[in-house]
């Protein structure tokens, strides 16, 4: 059996010396750390060096499979159409996305929401606004399939489903850097749902959300720099996406959506989001959001050819949602 410390000298020696790890290392190096093999330390060391240049797909898709065996396969038996993780938090906005998951779920399309509460206490949490939306949380498979069998939308806390990566998210109160885990947390779809969509912080890292995902089997997923980092579409900026579509890794870009609205936001909490839905106020930047955000699933799925039909349904269907 490799030690931790030769993982960790293959990508930190010197320059001419060092490489990344092949997808089946990185497999292998978590899971050393996973049964008690090696220390934090080491695991620290290993990720810092990796995040100073990058982490690579394989290395991602590595770190996937690892954690993905430690969850409980009773979750992957829930049928669920969206894996739908919410791993940053908003600043600027309030979380749209969640009226986008609520209009499809009204819809018929079974959404399962995740997240970690405690990833970045500065930010509005997405699991903050759940409640004020009727949105119902499960820490159970089986309080899971229940909630979805009524509402089409749950909403599942990491500890619920994958507990040794919360330690490993805090160790970035520590080193003061996000970690590759940071981007593993948003691609470990537990419910193997059939489609996903991942919000990123960082132009670029939609490319290597999508080939990673690819290395580890998903066949259709959707990536893009959301706004504020979640997965959430900003209707201001073109998006561009990169993702799986049946296996094959693929990019496209939606056209700006809203041209000259300000980006800022007064009230972000649940109980405005809930005031929006309900029709008590009208906020023309989030309707904006929810519909391009909501168009991208659903041209993904394929419930809608192209990017105009799919804006066209989105906005329907947010339109008439007083009237399901």
């Given at each position: 059996?490799?030690?931790f410390?030769?993982?960790?000298?293959l990508?930190?020696r010197g320059?001419?010396?060092?490489?990344?790890?092949t997808?089946?290392?990185a497999?292998?190096?978590?899971?050393?750390?996973?049964?008690?093999?090696a220390e934090?330390?080491?695991?620290?060391?290993?990720?810092?060096?990796q995040?100073?240049?990058?982490e690579t797909?394989?290395e991602?898709?590595?770190y996937?499979?690892?954690?993905?065996?430690?969850?409980?396969?009773?979750?992957?038996?829930?049928?669920?159409d969206?894996?739908?993780?919410?791993?940053a938090?908003?600043?600027?906005?309030?979380?749209?996305?969640?009226?986008?998951?609520?209009l499809?779920?009204?819809?018929?399309?079974r959404?399962?929401?995740?997240?970690?509460?405690?990833?970045?206490?500065v930010?509005?949490?997405?699991?903050?606004?759940?409640?004020?939306?009727?949105?119902?949380?499960?820490?159970?498979?089986?309080?899971?399939?229940?909630?979805?069998?009524?509402?089409?939308?749950?909403?599942?806390?990491?500890?619920?489903?994958?507990?040794?990566?919360?330690?490993?998210?805090a160790?970035?109160?520590?080193?003061?850097?996000?970690?590759?885990?940071?981007?593993?947390?948003?691609?470990l779809?537990?419910?193997?749902?059939?489609?996903g969509?991942?919000?990123?912080?960082?132009?670029?890292y939609?490319?290597?959300?999508?080939?990673?995902?690819q290395l580890?089997?998903?066949?259709?997923?959707?990536?893009?720099?959301g706004?504020?980092g979640?997965?959430?579409?900003?209707?201001?900026?073109?998006?561009?996406?990169?993702?799986?579509?049946?296996?094959?890794?693929?990019?496209?870009?939606?056209?700006?959506?809203?041209?000259?609205?300000?980006?800022?936001?007064?009230?972000?909490s649940?109980?405005?989001?809930?005031?929006?839905?309900?029709?008590?106020?009208?906020?023309?930047?989030?309707?904006?959001?929810?519909?391009?955000?909501?168009?991208?699933?659903?041209?993904?799925?394929?419930?809608?050819?192209?990017?105009?039909?799919?804006?066209?349904?989105?906005?329907t269907?947010?339109?008439?949602?007083?009237?399901?």
């Amino acid at each position: 059996m490799t030690a931790f410390s030769d993982y960790i000298k293959l990508v930190g020696r010197g320059e001419k010396g060092r490489r990344p790890l092949t997808q089946d290392e990185a497999r292998d190096a978590l899971r050393l750390y996973l049964d008690g093999k090696a220390e934090l330390l080491q695991l620290a060391t290993l990720l810092m060096l990796q995040r100073v240049r990058c982490e690579t797909s394989e290395e991602a898709a590595g770190y996937i499979q690892a954690l993905r065996s430690r969850i409980d396969p009773a979750w992957q038996a829930l049928d669920v159409d969206v894996d739908w993780p919410c791993f940053a938090g908003k600043r600027r906005q309030p979380p749209w996305l969640l009226l986008a998951a609520k209009l499809l779920a009204q819809n018929g399309i079974r959404i399962m929401l995740s997240g970690h509460k405690a990833v970045d206490a500065v930010k509005y949490q997405v699991e903050s606004a759940c409640p004020s939306l009727g949105i119902r949380q499960a820490s159970t498979p089986d309080e899971a399939r229940q909630v979805l069998a009524t509402d089409n939308i749950c909403y599942i806390p990491l500890s619920s489903y994958c507990e040794p990566l919360v330690d490993l998210l805090a160790l970035r109160n520590q080193v003061g850097l996000r970690t590759p885990l940071n981007t593993v947390a948003r691609s470990l779809n537990p419910t193997a749902a059939q489609f996903g969509i991942h919000g990123i912080f960082h132009q670029g890292y939609e490319q290597l959300h999508a080939e990673a995902a690819q290395l580890v089997g998903d066949l259709n997923m959707v990536a893009f720099k959301g706004e504020g980092g979640e997965s959430e579409r900003s209707p201001r900026t073109a998006c561009r996406v990169a993702g799986v579509r049946n296996g094959e890794v693929y990019q496209e870009e939606w056209p700006t959506y809203l041209e000259g609205a300000s980006g800022k936001h007064g009230e972000i909490s649940g109980d405005y989001l809930n005031q929006v839905w309900q029709g008590e106020a009208v906020n023309h930047y989030g309707d904006h959001a929810v519909i391009s955000t909501a168009a991208i699933i659903l041209k993904m799925m394929g419930v809608c050819p192209d990017q105009d039909s799919a804006l066209e349904q989105a906005s329907t269907w947010w339109h008439q949602r007083h009237q399901v």
